[in-house]
Structures are given as structure tokens and as C-alpha cells.
């Protein structure tokens, strides 16, 4: 079978369309500190004036710092939510890798333990042990795939 898998391959769809929507929240992030500038230094070009439906909408009563207020504020609470959400897209990279991780040193194991036991006679068979469990996975899977290959049919 494929390494990923059908379901870790819809989650890592899942995943870069979080960085798009994180994306946007970064650009969206950018134009409220453009619009917010302007706004500040009395510019009224078609830059400050998409800001005046937002003010009207949060209560903006057309008092210049009342407005200010109002448009830091939500400059201020989309960043929080732009980090928290970037913090829960880290969490779920890295339960993911994780997954990722065991579900591939399973198949090793695996793979591993259905070779034949003349194939282990000529190495150190620890060796392939401590390369599947520790972290240095894929100079295993370069070294000792013809091994493996050619001494395995095991389906993960």
C-alpha cells in the first residue's frame, strides 16, 4: 500500500487549506493596518474608506477616537485569532507527524519481523532495530531497502 494512506492524504488537503485561511487572515491582518494608518492620518482615498461599513457595524459613532478605538481593537482581535489559530494548526501538524511516525515504523517492524531469518545472518539484525525506533529512520529506509524489498511482501 501507498505510505500515506487515503485518510492522510485528505489531512494533508486539510492542512494546506488551513495556510490558505491562515493566509488570508495575514493579508486581511495587512489591510487593517493600511486602512488603520490612514485612517489615523485623516486620509480618506479608497484604501480608509472599505474601514467605514466595519465602524458602523462594531458601533463607530463617527467621533474620530471612538473610531481609532474601535479599529485597533479589531486590528488587536484579529491578530489574537490569527495566532491562536496558527497555534492550533501547529498542534495538528504535529499530532499528525506523530501518527505518521508510528504508522511507518510499524510497517517496519512489521517488515521486519516477516524477513527471512537467513537475511538477518549477515548484519547486525540490533542495528535494524535501533534504525527503525530511533530517529534516524530514513538512513534506514536508504540503506536497507533492497533488504527489505526484496526479503518482504508485508503490506502495511
Known amino acids: 500500500s501507498d505510505i500515506l494512506g487515503k485518510e492522510s492524504l485528505r489531512t494533508l488537503v486539510l492542512i494546506v487549506s488551513l495556510f490558505l485561511l491562515l493566509a488570508m487572515f495575514g493579508v486581511l491582518g495587512i489591510g487593517f493596518i493600511v486602512a488603520f494608518i490612514g485612517f489615523f492620518l485623516g486620509d480618506n482615498s479608497e484604501t480608509v474608506k472599505f474601514i467605514y ?3 458602523e457595524f462594531f458601533g463607530g459613532n463617527g467621533e474620530f477616537d471612538r ?14 485569532l490569527k495566532t491562536g489559530l496558527a497555534m492550533a494548526i501547529n498542534v495538528y501538524i504535529i499530532h499528525f507527524g506523530f501518527r505518521q511516525q508510528v504508522r511507518l515504523r ?6 521486519y519481523f516477516h524477513m527471512p531469518y537467513q537475511s538477518t545472518l549477515g548484519k547486525n539484525s540490533a542495528s535494524l532495530i535501533y534504525s527503525i525506533v530511533s ?3 530514513f538512513p534506514l529506509l536508504l540503506i536497507n531497502h533492497k533488504s527489505l524489498k526484496d526479503n518482504s511482501t508485508i503490506a502495511c
Open 53 to 55: 461599513p466595519i465602524l
Open 67 to 80: 473610531n481609532l478605538l474601535t479599529i485597533g481593537g479589531l486590528l488587536i482581535a484579529l491578530y489574537l
Open 106 to 111: 510499524t510497517c517496519l517492524i512489521n517488515a
Open 135 to 137: 530517529f534516524y529512520l
